[in-house]
Structure formats: structure tokens, C-alpha cells
């Protein structure tokens, strides 16, 4: 029970209020004086007669203007109302004591960590993120500090700040520690997918282990200078990696430029990758190729294993020591590009068939990125679906829909032939044809696959074997109880129990559709 009294300032009032509490035998928990007039009592909880019978005596002091029941005492309020602040803020901030162990953890921590509250609560925070030293940082001359950190592959910026006290004697006394968390390089919001040049990282989506390796992979090999092949399957992102790898890398500020080789004439590539002379093709002043116009940057050959054998021999001997002629022109030209190739065959194959230079094929394979399809690592399809809806909602100026887990799941079990970039359309239809509050698997019409086995699982390797077991098994199910839709039906078709049936059915919560 807690009372707000409003109050006169006289000598003795808050005497005579303690007074009345000790005779009804209350015991007193905490007190506050507010300057303005105001006494707050603090105590445990009493009957209606009580209550009634002190409310009474208390209005009949002297100076007592008014007394009410109220459901927090002030400091307990602030209190409160801090913690559910930073409970519910969007980036990560953690408490630290001085011994370096976590005390207190917001939601978007606990997500960033993937741990629960009681896991994360009391565990040492260089034991969550190895690469600070907490204890060198409070050895040294505390102050605010930054630095880059990566979590599960992505890039992240964190905070430091040392939180003072002051005591008794007026002097000031560290208490504990403030980290905060923020994804590094985004101007725009995290949740919106931008398309400017300076794409990084830390636009990249995905919780699979897959995906996480790709990105710690990936940022290894953009710090180098050696060619790079990207292989993946159309749709997968291959361009915004590249474009990615180059914002990483020591040739950020200069260009990074791209050239498809797919389905256009030699003589139109050559030109376009090396230029002309002064007066060919009417052009008075000649032109500069990619090469030329990326000097310092990055060059991504786009679909490389479409190249004709007359471009390949000319790009392998670019790569061995970076010089070239224009087309009309006898003198070399020397630049220092990055050559990132990217393609969505097999090269290995193609050079083994003899539709792709062997010898450019070893040149280019120095330093290789492979992406996954989105149909190998359905555990990315939540974030990926997250990150769509808020981008094509934002463009589009709706409110953002709901999206339940029975449409994850659907949307998971689906083969996405067309991978991300088809997943990013069927987002964008969706939410032109949604009309309530909630998007459902009708609104994405997604196209019937020729050539697909209906009855085929796509197998999700994302996990442990225990996992993937699960997984498999619940696809299994879920499918040909379609087929045989009661328990003991299906526990015929597939020679086991009918218990065992039942119990599977249940835990992997499949119902009839």
C-alpha cells in the first residue's frame, strides 16, 4: 500500500503521520518529501475496515489537505518507467558491474546474443564478446570508448560508458558500466534495405549457419587484392556481395564498376572493358574502358562463365600484370583493378567440357565465395521475409502487416527457384494485394513449379543432425498426412505405431488443411 499525502509545510506534520501508523500498528516500509508539499508513505497492505478508519485520522491532521492511494512511490516509479525504457529500445545495451559480469540486458540484447535472460544475467561479458577486454578497458584510464566488434559475422560498433556515483562525502565512485550496441555504417534505418552505394554488410539477413559463415568468409577475402570468384545460383545476391566486399576493402573510395558478359558481341565488350583509340568509331577523343575508368577500384565481370573465348584469352592475360591496349591503339595501359567474377554455373565444369578456358578458369579460382540457395537454409526465410515487408511497406506507405508462423512456414517449404530477388517480388505482390491486417500465403500466388515433385521435401541442413533429423521428419509427415488424415491411418501407411503416430503428430503440431 502506498499513500500520496498532500500536505501543509508544517513543523511536526510528518511527525504526527508516523504517529497514526505506529498506533494502528502499520509498519512503515520507505518514506519520500516531495518540496512541493507532498509526503509519500510506503507500507504493507491492510483490510478495508483499516484502511478506511486511517484515511480518516490522516485528513484530520492539521495541515492534511488531501490523502490518496496511488500505486507507486515516486523513486519506485522512475525506477520503472528507466527500465522498461531500456528494456524496450531498439539497439542492444547492457549493464556491467565491475567485476565484468552482466547485470542487466534489454530485449534487443538478449536477441543479438540469442541468449535468455537467465543465461546471459551474471555470465562475464569478455566470455559474450571475446574481442573487448573488459578488464584492460578498467585498468586503464576509464572513459567512453568504441570499438568495431563482429557478432555472428556481422559488423557492429560498441560503447562503453563508465557510470559515476556521488557518495556521502560528495566523491564520485564508478559503479558499473553501460555498452550499447549499434550496427556499423547505417544511415538509414536496420530494418529497411537501402540501395544506395554504400552497401555493406550489415544489410546482409540471415540467422543459418550457413549464412553466417558466408559473411565471416566474406569479410576475410574482401581485405584482399587476389581475384575473386562468386559462384550462386540466379537470384542469390551475387552483385550485392560483390558491391559489399568492394565497401569493405582499402578501394572503397574509389569505383566499382560492372560489366555483364552475358548475351553481348566481343567487340562490344572489348570496347567496354578497354576502350578505344582516338577516331575509332567516330569517336574523336577515344574512350576508356571499365579497367581504365575503375583504376584503384573494383571491377565485377557479371556472369563470367557466358565470356567468349576471345574475351577470356584477353582477360587472361589482364590478370597476370594488369596491362592492356585499347582497341586501335599499340601503346599499354597499366591499372590496378580487383577483378571479382561472378557466375551462376559451375566453372570447374564448364573448363573440364571445354566451354571455359582452363588456365583463366585457375587465375580466377584463387579466392571463392559460394552462396547458398535460399531452398538449403530455410531458417533465413523469417528474417528475410522481416527485412522485404519493411522495406516494400515503407516504399508502398502502408502500415506493416503481420506475418503468423504458419505462413513462415509455408513460405520455408517452398523451393524459391528464383532465391532472394524472387522472394523480394513475391513480398512486394503480396502486399499489394493484402487487405486486412495480417499477411496470408493467398496474397503471394506463389507459381505452381513444372518439373517439382509436390510430394518432395527440400531438406533443411541448417543445425545439428538432431535438428535436421526433426525438421525432415516433420516435412515427411505434415505431407502425407494430407494423403491419410487420421493417426491411425497414416501410422498403416507407414508401419509403426499408432501411439508413436499420435505423439509426432502432436509435437510437430500438423493438422489437417
Known amino acids: 500500500m502506498r499513500l500520496e499525502v498532500f500536505c501543509e509545510d508544517r513543523l511536526g506534520l510528518t511527525r504526527e503521520l508516523l504517529d497514526i501508523l505506529a498506533s494502528n500498528s502499520i509498519d512503515l516500509r520507505g518514506i519520500e518529501i516531495d518540496i512541493s508539499g507532498i509526503i509519500y508513505l510506503n507500507c504493507p497492505d491492510i483490510d478495508f475496515e483499516t484502511f478506511r478508519n486511517l484515511m480518516t485520522e490522516i485528513r484530520r491532521i492539521s495541515g492534511v489537505k488531501d490523502v490518496r492511494k496511488i500505486q507507486f512511490m515516486p523513486s519506485e516509479r522512475h525506477n520503472t518507467e528507466l527500465v522498461s525504457l531500456l528494456t524496450n529500445l531498439p539497439y542492444p545495451v547492457l549493464s556491467i558491474d565491475l567485476k565484468g559480469a552482466i547485470d542487466m540486458a534489454n530485449h534487443a540484447a538478449l536477441k543479438l546474443l540469442a541468449k535468455s535472460e537467465e543465461e546471459a544475467i551474471g555470465q562475464l561479458i569478455s566470455h559474450l564478446l571475446p574481442s573487448f577486454n573488459f578488464t584492460k578497458w578498467i585498468e586503464g584510464e576509464i572513459s567512453r570508448q568504441k570499438q568495431a566488434i563482429v557478432i555472428d559475422g556481422l559488423d557492429y560498433t560498441m560503447e562503453i560508458l563508465p557510470v559515476y556515483i556521488t557518495g556521502e562525502s560528495n566523491e564520485t565512485l564508478l559503479a558499473s558500466a553501460v555498452m550499447s550496441i549499434h550496427p556499423t555504417a547505417t544511415s538509414t534505418a536496420p530494418d529497411v534495405l537501402a540501395d544506395s552505394n554504400t552497401l555493406g554488410f550489415e544489410h546482409f539477413v540471415g ?38 566486399c568492394h565497401n569493405r576493402s582499402n578501394r572503397a573510395s574509389h569505383p566499382f564498376l560492372v560489366l555483364s558478359c552475358a548475351s553481348m558481341p566481343d567487340d562490344v565488350a572489348e570496347t567496354e572493358l578497354f576502350g578505344h583509340a582516338p577516331g575509332s568509331f567516330n569517336h574523336e577523343h577515344g574512350h576508356k574502358g571499365i579497367f581504365e575508368q575503375a583504376n584503384g577500384g573494383t571491377v565485377l565481370l557479371d556472369e563470367i562463365g557466358e565470356m567468349s573465348p576471345h574475351l577470356q584469352i584477353k582477360l587472361l592475360r589482364f590478370l597476370q600484370d594488369g596491362t592492356f591496349r585499347r582497341v586501335g591503339e599499340e601503346h599499354e595501359v597499366h591499372v590496378d583493378v580487383r577483378i571479382i567474377a561472378s557466375t551462376r554455373y559451375n566453372l570447374a565444369d564448364l573448363a573440364e567440357q571445354g566451354a571455359f578456358r582452363e588456365d583463366l578458369y585457375y587465375r580466377l579460382n584463387v579466392l571463392t565465395l559460394t552462396i547458398p540457395p535460399l531452398r538449403e537454409r530455410a531458417s533465413d526465410i523469417a528474417p528475410l521475409l522481416e527485412l522485404f515487408v519493411a522495406k516494400h511497406s515503407n516504399k508502398l506507405g502502408i502500415a506493416r502487416p503481420e506475418s503468423g508462423e504458419e505462413l513462415v512456414k509455408s513460405l520455408s517449404h517452398y523451393p524459391w527457384p528464383g532465391n532472394m530477388r524472387q522472394l523480394d517480388n513475391m513480398v512486394l505482390r503480396a502486399l499489394t494485394q493484402v487487405t486486412g491486417s495480417t499477411l496470408q500465403l493467398a496474397d503471394f500466388n506463389l507459381p505452381k513449379l513444372e518439373g517439382v515433385n509436390s510430394g518432395a521435401v527440400n531438406l533443411n541442413i541448417d543445425g545439428s543432425l538432431d535438428d535436421i533429423m526433426k525438421d525432415y521428419e516433420s516435412r515427411v509427415l505434415e505431407k502425407l498426412y494430407q494423403s491419410f488424415p487420421s493417426s491411425r491411418k497414416l501410422a498403416k501407411r507407414l508401419n509403426v505405431s499408432h501411439t508413436s503416430i499420435a505423439n509426432k503428430l502432436r509435437d510437430y503440431n500438423i493438422r489437417k488443411n
Open 207 to 244: 540467422v543459418s549457419n550457413r549464412h553466417k559463415a558466408l559473411m565471416s568468409q566474406a569479410k576475410k577475402l574482401a581485405m584482399l587484392d587476389q581475384p575473386l570468384l562468386i559462384e550462386g545460383e540466379t537470384g542469390t545476391g551475387k552483385e550485392m556481395l560483390a558491391k559489399a
